[in-house]
C-alpha cells in the first residue's frame, strides 16, 4: 500500500490511466468493460492494495455524515431529529453537510472522507448519478433518507410516495372537486416523479383530465415561488377548484394566493398538503395533508446506517413506512 495511508479509487484509476467510472464498473463486475482493461484495473488495484472491499470509512469512528439538501425544508428538520436520537442512543456524532449545488462528483465525498474520520454516511439529498453511488457504496458504509435510487448495494428508508399522493388526489375528488391543479417540485427528483404519478393515477381512475395550465413545477421548497405560481393559476380564465400540494409550504402558498385573489378555502378552493410539518395545524385554515412519519424515517435511516456499519457484508434492504390522511379545515365537500 502507497505510503501506508489509504488508497483511493481515484489514484486506482490515475495509476490504471482510466476513468474512476471504468474502475467502478470493474469493481461491480459489469460486462461492459474490455477484459485487457479489466485484467490492467484488477493488477492496478492489487498492486497498490486496494481492493473492492477496502473502504475509505473508518469503522472505529463513532461519527457519521449527514448530507441535506438544504435547510429551508421544514421536513428535513423532523428527519434529522430522528437521526440524532438514534445515533445518540448508539453513541455517535451526527456531522451535517448541505450539499445543495455542490458534491456532485465522487472526488467531492472521496476527499471528505480521506480527510475526516466517518463511519459512514446517510444521504437525506437526491444522488441521481447511479455511478455516483456505485462508488460510494464501495468506499463507505451508506443509506438512503426519503429520497432515494434504486441501486444494487444502497439501502434506503423511505414512503410510497406514488400511493400517498393518489390517496391525497382520491380525497379531493370524493369531495367534488372536478378541476385539481398540482403544485410539485421538480420533476429531477424522484419522489415529486413519483407524486405527479399518483396525482395521474387518481385522475384517470375518476375519468378527469390533466390540465396543464394548473400544474407547476417548482425548482425549491420555497413559498414565494410557490406563491407566485399560485397566483397565475388562480388568475387564469378558467381557475381549478382545488389543488394537491406536494409540499406543506407550497399548501400555505396556494392558500395565501386564493385569498389574495378573492377565492374562499375551502368555499371556492379546497388546499391538501403533504408532509404534516408544524406550520400546516398553525394556519388559517388548517392544512389537511398527507402526514409522512419524518423522524421516524430518519431514526431507521440510521438504526440501518449504524446495522451495516457493524455488518459491512449486510445485504440492501428497502423499508418503506406509512404515511396518513390528516384532515382539517382547508377541504370541504363542494
Request: aromatic fraction near 6%; hydrophobic fraction near 40%; charge should be negative.
Amino acid at each position: 500500500m502507497e505510503n501506508g495511508s489509504k488508497i483511493t479509487i481515484q489514484q486506482v484509476a490515475d495509476k490504471a490511466g482510466v476513468s474512476i467510472a471504468t474502475v467502478s464498473r470493474v469493481l461491480n463486475n459489469k460486462n461492459t468493460v474490455r477484459e485487457d482493461t479489466r485484467k490492467q484495473v484488477l493488477e492496478v488495484a492489487e498492486g497498490m492494495g486496494f481492493n473492492a472491499s477496502s473502504s475509505l470509512a473508518d469503522n472505529t469512528s463513532r461519527a457519521i455524515l449527514l448530507c441535506v439538501p438544504d435547510l429551508i425544508n421544514p421536513f428535513n428538520s423532523s428527519v434529522i431529529e430522528g437521526i440524532q436520537q438514534s445515533a445518540h442512543q448508539n453513541h455517535y456524532r451526527v456531522f451535517i453537510l448541505q450539499s445543495k449545488e455542490k458534491y456532485l462528483d465522487y472526488g467531492d465525498y472521496e476527499e471528505a472522507l480521506k480527510n475526516h474520520s466517518f463511519a459512514g454516511i446517510i444521504l437525506l439529498t437526491s444522488i441521481m448519478n447511479t455511478e455516483l453511488l456505485e462508488l460510494l457504496t464501495i468506499s463507505c458504509p451508506i443509506v438512503m433518507c426519503s429520497e432515494y435510487c434504486d441501486v444494487n448495494g444502497v439501502s434506503f428508508v423511505s414512503i410510497d410516495d406514488v400511493k400517498s399522493a393518489c390517496r391525497a388526489t382520491e380525497y379531493l375528488i370524493s369531495l367534488g372537486c372536478r378541476k385539481l391543479a398540482l403544485l410539485n417540485f421538480s420533476l429531477q427528483f424522484r419522489f415529486a416523479r413519483h407524486r405527479e404519478q399518483g396525482f395521474d393515477e387518481a385522475l384517470q381512475k375518476a375519468g378527469l383530465e390533466k390540465n396543464p395550465d394548473w400544474i407547476a413545477h417548482l425548482s425549491s421548497i420555497d413559498y414565494q415561488l410557490a406563491y407566485s405560481n399560485a397566483l397565475h393559476i388562480l388568475s387564469l380564465p378558467d381557475p381549478p377548484d382545488a389543488c394537491f400540494a406536494v409540499s406543506d409550504v407550497y399548501a400555505v402558498a396556494m392558500i395565501h394566493a386564493a385569498k389574495k385573489s378573492g377565492f374562499r378555502v375551502p368555499g371556492d378552493l379546497s388546499v391538501i398538503g403533504f408532509d404534516n410539518i408544524d406550520l400546516a395545524s398553525m394556519t388559517d385554515p388548517s392544512i389537511t395533508t398527507m402526514a409522512q412519519p419524518g423522524r421516524m424515517i430518519g431514526f431507521q435511516a440510521s438504526e440501518l446506517l449504524i446495522e451495516k456499519i457493524n455488518n459491512p457484508r449486510m445485504a440492501k434492504k428497502r423499508i418503506i413506512l406509512n404515511t396518513e390522511l390528516i384532515v382539517r379545515e382547508s377541504t370541504a365537500r363542494l
